[in-house]
């Protein structure tokens, strides 16, 4: 089981987006959110709410909290959030699930396996949950719903998908 750290909400907005939540949370993906994220999914409550059960929740000692603030004056680029993110999927040696480029870069340079919205996508592909049309399709929508992904980003993604 591949375990996953899910970025603030933005991939799962995405994911709610292309209604694809439900197949998610209930896919073979071990998935983490750190107590800070989880805050923040609270707040937001109605579409998380029935799927938050099946997310663990990583929650930071105090020491950890301290890392966190030094690792954040470090790395002024990132948000705090973002830092504990970046925290869990390096501690428990877990794919970086974010929307969000800038950490993504970041993850890498630290040695952290970072991905994409279509990463999920292949991968729920690959664990047989969807079906090649179907990832297709999503990734399509995906461009339609977010004005910031490159274009030829996705229709690569879709022809080394038709290929497979």
């Given amino acids: 089981m591949t375990g996953v750290v899910v970025n603030d909400t933005s991939v799962l907005i995405d994911l709610i987006k292309l209604g694809l939540l439900e197949v998610f949370a209930h896919s073979k993906f071990e998935l983490w ?17 029935k799927y938050i059960k099946y997310f663990h929740i990583y929650e930071f000692t105090s020491e950890e909290v301290i ?47 970072a991905h994409g919205l279509l990463w999920i996508l292949e991968e729920l592909l690959k664990q047989g949950v969807l079906k090649k049309k179907e990832v297709v399709k999503q990734a399509k929508r995906y461009l339609k719903l977010n004005s910031w992904i490159s274009g030829d980003m996705v229709m690569e993604f879709v022809k080394r998908i038709e290929d497979y």
């Fill in 33 to 49: 959110i750190p107590d800070f994220v989880h805050n923040e999914i609270i707040d937001q409550k109605d579409e998380f709410e």
């Fill in 67 to 113: 890392e966190l603030y030094v690792k954040h004056a470090n790395n002024p680029e990132l948000s705090l959030v973002d830092i504990s993110v970046l925290h869990v999927a390096e501690k428990k040696e877990m794919v970086l699930c974010t929307s969000d480029n800038a950490l993504r870069k970041k993850a890498q340079y630290f040695g952290v396996d």
